[in-house]
T-cell receptor, first 114, second 111 residues
Framework: DQQVKQNSPSLSVQEGRISILNCDYT??????FLWYKKYPAEGPTFLIS?????DKNEDGRFTVFLNKSAKHLSLHIVPSQPGDSAVYFC?????????????FGKGTKLSVKP | DTAVSQTPKYLVTQMGNDKSIKCEQN?????MYWYKQDSKKFLKIMFS???????INETVPNRFSPKSPDKAHLNLHINSLELGDSAVYFC??????????FGAGTRLSVL
């Protein structure tokens, strides 16, 4: 029972173009969403987050959009750079959830080609 | 200076053995976690722990036990290892809810 779904296992984008990574969730009680980036042989690193009371959060080249009615969020990277090539995990946190436990999607592997 | 460090990075062992994975964080965080990433690439929470409370994911077998000698350490002990325990195990820590720092992972292979 996947509560957080990333339906695209991989995405390939040309350098300089926009990368859009998508994430869907099923539990309307989730109140906090995060994106993590993971390079091979390393742990996930926090990238950007958004509270359920907002619909957009921007940090430099990274913007996360939240559509609560559709239970959908997306991460936009613009312009994409080869160093952005990594696996991106979407994660959600449940209101009142114990110790802030995160529920992760399966990840999307982004490849940015020079 | 690594914020969350795990040892060992790789662990190869036989079925039935008992093993431990160590985790240390130097961030001063009060909550630590263990996650398992299985062959399907899902990252799933196993435990979360602070100095007050241990929260156990009900799907985790009781062969797995976290042990915290102090606030900066949360070690994972696994008894009677099984083939299905092969996975990458990640330790993480946080101060604020949801914003977690992860270690580099320990790849466990049970033969």
């Amino acid at each position: 029972d996947q509560q957080v779904k990333q339906n695209s296992p991989s995405l390939s984008v040309q350098e300089g173009r926009i990368s859009i990574l998508n994430c869907d969730y099923t539990n309307s009680m989730f109140d906090y969403f995060l994106w993590y980036k993971k390079y091979p042989a390393e742990g996930p690193t926090f990238l950007i987050s958004i509270s359920s009371i907002k619909d957009k959060n921007e940090d430099g080249r990274f913007t996360v959009f939240l559509n609560k009615s559709a239970k959908h969020l997306s991460l936009h990277i613009v312009p994409s750079q080869p160093g952005d090539s990594a696996v991106y995990f979407c994660a959600a946190s449940l209101l009142g959830g114990s110790q802030g436990n995160l529920i992760f999607g399966k990840g999307t592997k982004l490849s940015v080609k020079p | 200076d690594t914020a969350v460090s795990q040892t060992p990075k790789y662990l190869v062992t036989q079925m039935g053995n008992d093993k431990s994975i160590k985790c240390e964080q130097n961030l001063g965080h009060d909550t630590m976690y263990w996650y398992k990433q299985d062959s399907k690439k899902f990252l799933k929470i196993m435990f979360s722990y602070n100095n007050k409370e241990l929260i156990i994911n009900e799907t985790v077998p009781n062969r797995f036990s976290p042990k915290s000698p102090d606030k900066a350490h949360l070690n994972l002990h696994i008894n009677s290892l099984e083939l299905g325990d092969s996975a990458v195990y990640f330790c993480a820590s946080s101060q604020d809810r949801g914003f977690q720092y992860f270690g580099a992972g320990t790849r466990l292979s049970v033969l």
